[in-house]
């Protein structure tokens, strides 16, 4: 069973609303990352953090999502008006360090923009 | 730029038949090679990592070999099982950061 949190498990949103989604790492891992699987099964990088510094991010999540990893607090990453494009599974992945350190994934959250 | 090629979308085998998922890669820095396993509606875990050149790394039946001559790293079994259907994708860190670059992913479906 996946150790990192993500919550809802699904989201259903209109064009142009916010979608707001949550990550609980696994404890003690300091590096948290966003990724975007589509309906073809690919993966599309998005942000990571180091603890509550970002460490690099796309130019899309830099425009369009915002995202934070508060301490003590879940990462969130939220789009700020939702696209129809933006429907797909948004995958939380923590580990212990950014050097070559395995992922550790949650249940993702399915993101549906009607 | 970092990059990983699968060239198999499916691959479709009959139960107890060996297997080869291809992998092949491009990075200047050293790199750092993964294979994840998805299965149906579960998070993707971490199957293999990479070890030095040439060394074979082994998990749960399945092995690959880093060879940076060839930029590859396959993932193989000897012999598949019906629980092996799923998703494998290659993965990359090639760069600082920790970014992971993932391939398109190969769909496994193993039949009786």
């Known amino acids: 069973n996946s150790k990192v949190i993500q919550t809802p498990r699904y989201l259903v949103k209109g064009q142009g609303q916010k979608a707001k989604m949550r990550c609980i790492p696994e404890?003690?891992?300091?590096?948290v990352f966003w990724y975007q699987q589509n309906k073809n099964n690919e993966f599309k990088f998005l942000i990571n953090f180091q603890n509550q510094e970002v460490l690099q991010q796309i130019d899309m999540t830099e425009k369009r999502f915002s995202a934070e990893c508060p301490s003590n607090s879940p990462c969130s990453l939220e789009i700020q008006s939702s696209e129809a494009g933006d429907s797909a599974l948004y995958l939380c992945?923590?580990?212990?360090?950014?050097?070559?350190?395995?992922?550790?994934f949650g249940h993702g959250t399915k993101l549906s923009v009607l | 730029g970092d990059s990983v090629t699968q060239t198999e979308g499916l691959v479709t085998l009959t139960k107890g038949l060996p297997v080869m998922l291809n992998c092949t890669y491009q990075t200047t820095y050293s790199p750092f090679l993964f294979w994840y396993v998805q299965h149906l509606n579960e998070a993707p875990k971490l199957l293999l990592k990479s070890s030095t050149d040439n060394k074979r790394t082994e998990h749960q039946g399945f092995y690959a070999t880093l060879h940076k001559s060839s930029s590859s790293f396959h993932l193989q079994k000897s012999s598949v099982q019906l629980s092996d259907s799923a998703l494998y994708f290659c993965a990359l860190i090639g760069s600082a950061l920790g970014r992971l670059h993932f391939g398109a992913g190969t769909q496994l479906i193993v039949i009786p």
């Open positions: 992945a923590s580990s212990l360090s950014i050097s070559n350190e395995r992922l550790f």
């Open positions: 404890k003690g891992h300091p590096v």
